[in-house]
């Protein structure tokens, strides 16, 4: 599976950004994304099934942020509404095979800044 993440950018407190990860080769199960703010370990921020479309979330995104896929371009997004400071960091978007299993596959993640 390979997977090429976009949509990064330096935006200011409050604004919106989507993120979107294309996927290639082998159909994943899951899709998720995570954040690795800097200096600090990645983090999980959301995942989503790719063919129920079920998702789950790390509490800190709740009401903020929104992972959907287009499996017809095999692409995941990430809407991400009112951000804040903390958002800063590297976002990577994942895949992996088996319901249970890692998250194997990385993008090389998209860089967003927000400025306060």
């Known amino acids: 599976v390979q997977l090429q993440a976009s949509g990064g950018g330096l935006v200011q407190s409050g604004d919106s950004l989507r993120l979107s990860c294309v996927t290639s080769g082998e159909t994943p199960i899951d899709m998720a994304w995570f954040h690795q703010a800097p200096g600090k370990e990645r983090q999980f921020v959301a995942v989503?099934?790719?063919?129920?479309?079920?998702?789950n979330y790390v509490d800190s995104a709740k009401g903020r942020f929104t992972i959907s896929r287009d499996n017809a371009k095999n692409t995941v997004y990430l809407q991400m509404n009112d951000l804040k400071a903390e958002d800063t960091g590297v976002y990577f978007c994942a895949a992996r095979l088996t319901e249970f299993g890692n998250f194997d596959y990385w993008g090389r993640g998209t860089l967003v800044t927000v400025s306060s």
């Open positions: 989503i099934r790719r063919t129920t479309g079920d998702t």
